[in-house]
């Protein structure tokens, strides 16, 4: 199982960046996917999952701002990121699980290792 994140890198407030994680290994359209976020000296923080359905869910800080997406023929999902803010910066995971609760409540068993997201002011 692979999940591999990439889109990262420093940008100004107010800017915009689209993270993918393109997977490999397990049967993505089977899973729902998301993305968490780790800032230093910070625990993580769920931010989207998307189930198999399609059915998308954010946290409130990301709310209009954050869209995910999902292509399934490609196995690959997808962040775009606008209106970035400075406590926006964190390390950003993807991560899959059979539970979207998975997503936002742990570490997922499946997940990649991370693209940094740094917004300065």
């Known amino acids: 199982v692979q999940l591999v994140e990439s889109g990262g890198g420093s940008v100004q407030a107010g800017g915009s960046l689209r993270l993918s994680c393109v997977t490999s290994?397990?049967?993505?359209?089977?899973?729902?996917v998301g993305w968490f976020r780790q800032a230093p000296g910070k625990e993580r923080e769920g931010i989207t999952t998307i189930d198999t359905s399609g059915t998308t869910r954010y946290t409130d800080s990301v709310k209009g701002r954050f869209t995910t997406s999902r292509d399934n023929g490609k196995r690959s999902l997808y962040l775009q990121m606008n209106s970035l803010k400075p406590e926006d910066s964190a390390m950003y995971y993807c991560?899959?699980?059979?539970?979207?609760?998975?997503?936002?409540?742990?570490?997922?068993?499946?997940r990649g290792r991370g693209t940094r997201v740094t917004v300065s002011s």
């Open positions: 991560g899959a699980a059979k539970s979207c609760g998975t997503i936002w409540n742990e570490f997922p068993n499946y």
């Open positions: 290994g397990f049967t993505f359209s089977d899973y729902c």
